[in-house]
């Protein structure tokens, strides 16, 4: 069974200060791992997506990094509208066909100006 | 290009009624998955259905049942509502090929 675990469960940054959120991961076959940001209420917004070790990908201020078992999103001198929860989730290889995705609870993310 | 669209945006059910929540997908998708997401939780994936058919399912109960149309627009049913059927229901779409995700807003459900 996939399993996803993120880490911290919240984190109350100051702006312009920078930090990493972990994920965790366990996975038959890893055919990628995605990184989504959800404001209060609504669907979650697609960020990215790692599909092998040693990978990386960015998007503004922004930045995920894949090993064999979790991978991090670096947030770099955040702003206040950076404020969400951070969810991951992971694909495995369910022997043919496509299926779900396993996701993590979040991270709660607060910027204070 | 149009993104994945729900609907209705809010809706309240009492237990033991039965609700169905509808979704259109991204504009050149052609499969829909669904997730329920309880209040402090992440998505759980119920199933996934690619031309017209269920295409894997996750843990929920056969009372969680659904559709997928032509124009690959999808249904999700709830027959027998339980008050833990509470929760923020997702469609996500995506090409079957390609294993990225797109979510929809969602539809918020109360059951009393």
């Known amino acids: 069974e996939d399993q996803v675990t993120q880490s911290p469960e919240a984190l109350r940054l100051q702006e312009g200060e920078s930090s990493s959120l972990n994920c965790s991961y366990t996975?038959?076959?890893?055919?990628?791992l995605f990184w989504y940001r959800q404001d209060p209420g609504k669907g979650p917004e697609f960020l990215f997506t790692?599909?092998?070790a040693g990978e990386e990908k960015e998007k503004e201020r922004l930045k995920a990094t894949l090993t064999k078992k979790e991978s991090f999103l670096h947030i770099t001198a955040p702003k206040p509208e950076d404020s969400a929860t951070y969810l991951c989730a992971v694909q495995g290889n369910p022997g043919g066909g496509a299926d779900g995705l396993t996701f993590g609870k979040g991270t709660h993310l607060i910027i204070q100006p | 290009e149009t993104g994945v669209t729900q609907s209705p945006t809010h809706l309240i059910k009492t237990r033991g009624q039965q609700v169905t929540l509808r979704c259109s997908s991204q504009?050149?998708?052609?499969?829909v998955s669904w997730y329920q997401q309880a209040l402090g939780q992440g998505p759980q994936f119920i199933f996934q259905y690619y031309r017209e058919e269920e295409n894997g399912r996750g843990n929920f109960p056969p009372r969680f049942s659904g559709l997928q149309f032509p124009n690959y627009s999808s249904e999700l049913n709830v027959n027998a509502l339980e008050l833990d059927d509470s929760a923020l229901y997702l469609c996500a779409s995506s090409v079957f090929t390609q294993e990225t995700q797109y979510f929809g807003p969602g539809t918020r459900l109360l059951v009393l």
């Open positions: 790692l599909y092998s």
């Open positions: 504009s050149g998708h052609n499969t």
């Open positions: 996975v038959s076959g890893l055919r990628g």
